[in-house]
């Protein structure tokens, strides 16, 4: 059965399984310093906050020019002073205290669906949430996109615990699903998101990426050229596999319609449909630098991310 939100008050143990509230998105801040949330294969130096660094681009400050040794990346050499001592010389950073993070949360009509587990909308929400508060306690900027089928909210990166609870504050207000499904809205957010992204940022994408496209593929590639980009795909178990023989009645709150689950061919269709999709997005993760992170609405969002996210 597929089920979609309705507003409902004051929220309970079922609705919340729906649709989430701020007390809810709150009380998440307790999970905060149990998590990392920058994996590190490789790490190169400490952060002033609390994580391993090893992401893209600079993401630091001109500290000072030394002469060049051996193994030294020949970009950063200072060829102004190079030319001035005669001898070659290379430019020394120092990280930046602090870096934005960008978290981009789909609010989609498909989105406000489960057949078990909570609302792929409500994963995605606490999965920002965490992070967000993650981030917070890291000392790090905390802003966001929330997008529908015919809405953008746009929060601009801020420090400190009022970012965060802006941004939550939003993940509960923006929670009514459209009434009809717009295909392009998912290239658009991309697009915007683009536009007010800073280089070295840390960028958490949270959707199911459906009716991803060319253009949509091409914004997520050059945003992953100058920062940490990481894909959470959210999807529900029954996206992937349909249930035992039988009959059912599916509804999206608006129609109902009878499918039957006992044509084989039907059901390897439907999973091999699934798993393109998703082999598709690991593939493009792994071409660009991108980190891929499957959810499922069955999934503890805490246990997720301290599983996918350590060090």
């Known amino acids: 059965m597929f089920f979609r939100t309705k507003p409902l008050t004051p929220p309970t143990m079922d609705n919340e399984r729906v649709q989430v509230n701020l007390p809810q998105l709150i009380s998440l801040n307790q999970s905060a310093p149990t998590l990392r949330l920058w994996r590190s294969h490789k790490p190169r130096s400490q952060q002033s906050g609390t994580y391993i660094s090893s992401f893209k681009g600079r993401g630091m400050e001109f500290d000072e020019a030394r002469p060049y040794q051996a193994g030294d990346d020949i970009r ?18 120092r990280e930046e205290r602090e870096r934005p993070v960008f978290l981009w949360v789909d609010y989609r009509a498909p989105m406000f669906f489960a057949t078990r587990g909570v609302f792929k909308s409500v994963l995605a929400a606490k999965l920002a949430s965490l992070l967000a508060w993650t981030a917070n306690y890291a000392g790090d900027r905390v802003g966001g996109q929330i997008f529908t089928d015919n809405q953008h909210h746009e929060l601009k990166p801020r420090r400190g615990k009022p970012a965060v609870l802006h941004f939550l504050k939003q993940l509960t207000t923006t929670q009514t699903p459209a009434e009809t499904v ?71 709150g608006l129609q109902e319609v009878n499918l039957y689950t006992g044509d084989k061919q039907l059901s390897q269709t439907y999973a091999q449909r699934f798993l393109q999709h998703q082999a598709y997005l690991q593939q493009l993760a792994q071409q660009h630098g991108m980190q891929f992170i499957a959810c499922a609405t069955t999934d503890d969002p805490i246990k997720l991310l301290q599983r996918e996210m350590r060090y």
């Open 182 to 252: 717009n295909k392009n809205a998912i290239q658009t957010a991309l697009g915007r998101l683009r536009q007010v992204v800073h280089p070295s940022s840390l960028v958490f994408l949270i959707s199911d990426f459906r009716y991803l496209n060319a253009l949509g593929e091409s914004h997520l590639v050059h945003l992953s050229r100058d920062n940490q980009v990481v894909l959470f795909f959210i999807y529900d178990p029954l996206e992937w596999q349909l249930p035992p023989t039988g009959y059912y009645r599916l509804s999206d």
């Open 76 to 93: 950063a050499i200072d060829w102004r002073v190079t030319a001035r001592t005669g001898k070659v010389h290379t430019k020394l950073f």
